[in-house]
């Protein structure tokens, strides 16, 4: 089955020297950083790197002649931590009033596995150095309750920000720019299920971090704290009735009423019970899954790109990813397989993989929203790597 891929996969091994940028000096907007890195697409829009694009994108570069890009990455993610306090949405001034979904330690966790892979000898100290940085970004950003960071609001849980305070600039952040999700937009009145599904993984991940530097007190810490936030997420953004995490509007103290795929990251964080895994998966599952892979509202809006019939490869990969997560193996084979297939046909079509995909009638017209439809492209190229490799791991 997979030998069917290898045009695509042929593709996407020559495309990465053409989304590669070297850029280590400030230029106009363009924020210099020191090692190489891999862009979005190879002309247009998207000529910066993207905070968390380059974690899909670094999943392909995973056991391959790149793999020193998913290092060099992480590396330019924690120098602008330390230049700026915070990792941007891009590496643009214009840029620095938000960030984007927090994906910092996830990043080193794979930069630090490919160290490792490689017999580097610093290992132990990246770790310790990049641990602290995360700690940086987690407590000062997303812990923040005041300007330039004012995103915990509520109970301990957060929500996405600008530092404009402007909804459609929160949703920027949040990297569904711009989507279905929020009655009348309201982002900064929304705590964001997905959101806080991440920050419980990030909190997971420090803890891991410590246990791999030998000191479990301090990982028990960090332990609690994700404990208390799966605790809220499940008091406030589970829906007894339907059986799925929503969104929570804080300010009126209720569920958004607008299912989407951020209610299946609260698999990929592994913060769901198997129960609610069991209730989502057979429930909720076939309402998002077409022929082409998984729907990312179940509503249409003009002008909304993050929503129905639209699939992205993210989420394609965090939903699946959740599904294996909680032994659902079967079913995340089949989704890996739709996607694939959907992005395989697309290019035979047009020479290319896209930004985003019609995953309801394949082949047929997405939803733009204000950007438009772009060709290239960084996570598209690298989820389906790394779908291609779980696949051919079964055949």
Not at 155 to 168: A, F, Q, T
Request: glycine share 6%; hydrophobic share 40%; net charge negative.
């Amino acid at each position: 089955m997979t030998h069917l891929y290898q045009p695509v996969l042929d593709y996407i091994e020559n495309y990465w020297t053409k989304i590669t940028r070297h850029n280590p000096h400030d230029e106009k907007t363009l924020i210099g950083l020191p090692h190489p890195y891999i862009v979005p697409c190879h002309q247009g829009m998207f000529q910066e790197m993207y905070y968390w694009d380059s974690y899909f994108i670094s999943l392909g570069l995973v056991n391959s002649p790149h793999e020193h890009f998913i290092i060099n990455i992480a590396d330019n993610m924690a120098y602008m931590l330390e230049r700026f306090g915070l990792i941007p949405n891009a590496s643009r001034y214009y840029f620095l009033s938000r960030s984007q979904p927090p994906f910092f330690t996830a990043q080193v966790k794979l930069a630090y596995q490919a160290k490792q892979r490689r017999n580097d000898a610093d290992c132990h100290d990246y770790l310790k150095h990049n641990l602290a940085l995360a700690i940086q970004e987690i407590e000062t950003v997303w812990y923040g309750e005041q300007q330039p960071h004012n995103r915990r609001v509520h109970r301990g849980l957060s929500r996405y920000y600008d530092i404009n305070v402007l909804d459609m600039l929160a949703s920027c952040e949040s990297g569904w720019d711009h989507s279905t999700r929020c009655d009348d937009d309201r982002w900064l009145a929304h705590l964001p299920v997905d959101l806080n599904a991440l920050l419980y993984a990030y909190e997971q991940d420090i803890a891991w971090m410590y246990a791999e530097l030998g000191q479990p007190d301090s990982a028990t810490i960090w332990q609690h704290r994700a404990e208390s936030r799966r605790n809220i997420v499940q008091e406030l953004m589970w829906d007894k009735e339907t059986g799925f995490f929503l969104d929570y509007d804080y300010v009126n103290q209720h569920l958004t009423p607008h299912p989407s795929l951020a209610g299946f990251y609260p698999l990929y964080a592994k913060l769901a019970t198997s129960e609610q895994a069991q209730t989502i998966v057979e429930k909720w599952l076939p309402k998002f899954e077409h022929a082409g892979g998984l729907v990312t509202t179940l509503e249409a809006k003009a002008g909304r790109q993050w929503a129905f019939p639209n699939g992205w490869a993210p989420l394609q990969w965090l939903v699946i990813t959740g599904l294996d997560h909680y032994g659902y193996h079967a079913e995340a084979q089949r989704l890996r397989r739709k996607w694939c297939d959907n992005c395989a046909e697309v290019f035979e079509k047009t020479g290319a993989l896209w930004e985003k995909y019609n995953v309801v009638e394949i082949g047929s017209a997405i939803e733009g929203g204000l950007y438009g439809q772009l060709a290239g492209f960084g996570w598209t190229n690298g989820v389906f790597v790394d779908f291609a490799r779980h696949l051919a791991l079964e055949s």
